[in-house]
C-alpha cells in the first residue's frame, strides 16, 4: 500500500487561482518531499519538509506538515499554466533508505 | 548535459520477449533506484543499488534482474516479459534522501 495518499486527486482552476493539495502518511517520518512531474517526464524535486518543521516557503510554494495528524499540504499561489502537472508528496522514514510516494494530485489550470 | 539519462524512451515488445532498460548518471551521486509507475500514476520502488551494491529488493518478481557495472550506471533486465509489465519505468539517483531524488525521463514499456 502507498505511504501517501493524496487528495484531491484532481483539481482544475483558473490561471491566478491558488491550488491546495493534500497528503497524508502512515508512519512516523523523517522528511517529507513534494515533486512535480509533467506530462510523459520524470519527476522533479520542488521542496522538502523536514519533521521538526512546521511550515516552509519557496517562491509561490507553500508547504506545511502536521506530523500529529501525519498530513501535509501544498499551496500554489498565483497559478499559471506553466504549473499544469501532477504532484508528488514522498517521504522517507527515520534511517530510511528510499522515498515512499503518494498516488498524486492532477493539477489542470486554465489560461 | 543530461543528468540522469534513460534508455530507450519507449519500448514496444511482444510478450515471451526479454529487454534491457539503461541508465546512467552523471551527478556523482552514490545510490540509484528503480521506480515503477502503473497506469494510475502509483510509484512503487523495484530495486536499489548503492555504490554497486543492492540495499533494497522489494518484492519483485525474478524475471527482474537489475545490474550495476559502476555506481554512475543501473540497467534493468526483464526477462519473459508479461502484459502486466506495461509501465513506465523510471531510473533515479541520490546522495542524500535530504536533497531528493533526480529522476530520468522514463522508459515507456508497452507489452502486447
Known amino acids: 500500500s502507498q505511504q501517501g495518499e493524496e487528495d484531491p486527486q484532481a483539481l482544475s482552476i483558473q490561471e491566478g487561482e491558488n491550488a491546495t493539495m493534500n497528503c497524508s502518511y502512515k508512519t512516523s517520518i523523517n522528511n517529507l518531499q513534494w515533486y512535480r512531474q509533467n506530462s510523459g517526464r520524470g519527476l522533479v524535486h520542488l521542496i522538502l519538509?523536514?519533521?521538526?518543521?512546521r511550515e516552509k516557503h519557496s517562491g509561490r510554494l507553500r508547504v506545511t506538515l502536521d506530523t500529529s495528524k501525519k498530513s501535509s499540504s501544498l499551496l500554489i499561489t498565483a497559478s499559471r499554466a506553466a504549473d499544469t502537472a501532477s504532484y508528488f508528496c514522498?517521504?522517507?522514514?527515520?534511517?530510511?533508505?528510499?522515498?515512499?510516494f503518494g498516488g498524486g494530485t492532477r493539477v489542470l489550470v486554465k489560461p | 548535459d543530461t543528468a540522469v539519462s534513460q534508455t530507450p524512451k519507449y519500448l514496444v515488445t511482444q510478450m515471451g520477449n526479454d529487454k534491457s532498460i539503461k541508465c546512467e548518471q552523471n551527478l556523482g551521486h552514490d545510490t540509484m533506484y528503480w521506480y515503477k509507475q502503473d497506469s494510475k500514476k502509483f510509484l512503487k520502488i523495484m530495486f536499489s543499488?548503492?555504490?554497486?551494491?543492492?540495499?533494497i529488493n522489494e518484492t519483485v518478481p525474478n524475471r527482474f534482474s537489475p545490474k550495476s557495472p559502476d555506481k554512475a550506471h543501473l540497467n534493468l533486465h526483464i526477462n519473459s516479459l508479461e502484459l502486466g509489465d506495461s509501465a513506465v519505468y523510471f531510473c533515479?539517483?541520490?546522495?542524500?534522501?535530504?536533497?531528493?531524488?533526480?529522476f530520468g525521463s522514463g522508459t515507456r514499456l508497452t507489452v502486447v
Open positions: 543499488y548503492n555504490n554497486k551494491e543492492l540495499i
Open positions: 514522498a517521504t522517507d522514514k527515520a534511517a530510511g533508505n528510499k522515498l515512499t
Open positions: 533515479a539517483s541520490s546522495q542524500d534522501l535530504v536533497y531528493g531524488y533526480t
Open positions: 519538509i523536514r519533521s521538526n518543521e
